[in-house]
């Protein structure tokens, strides 16, 4: 993923994964009720979505569905954050995730099996 996605982007695209395929007239609907968008603003970032390559319109009806998957943003957005907060290191952002979280027994057995699987 070479392009960065922005937060309303985001908002796009799961309504899409959601939902897909799905018209922009739905979509629209959609993002009224749930985001509070007009028509005119989710059909501009659905349109940057197009443009980047994340979203693919076809007629009729402007059914929208996603080529990118919703496992490979959040891949790339999690590395963007490990490396522009935590220098690249997993091992500092797990540290501090863990920092002021009280786990339970059960989580903490279930991060280790997690991690002994990779």
Request: aromatic share 6%; charged share 30%.
């Amino acid at each position: 993923m070479n392009q960065k996605l922005f937060d309303s982007e985001i908002k796009i695209m799961e309504l899409i994964w959601d939902n897909e395929p799905i018209s922009a007239k739905e979509l629209s609907l959609i993002a009224g009720e749930r985001i509070g968008w007009n028509k005119n603003t989710t059909y501009t970032v659905i349109k940057k979505l197009e443009t980047k390559g994340f979203v693919k319109r076809n007629e009729p009806g402007f059914m929208c569905t996603s080529l990118i998957s919703r496992t490979d943003v959040r891949n790339a957005e999690t590395q963007s954050l490990i490396d522009k907060l935590f220098g690249g290191s997993r091992k500092a952002l797990f540290s501090a995730l863990l920092q002021d979280e009280t786990l339970s027994n059960d989580d903490i057995t279930e991060l280790k099996e997690l991690i002994e699987k990779r």
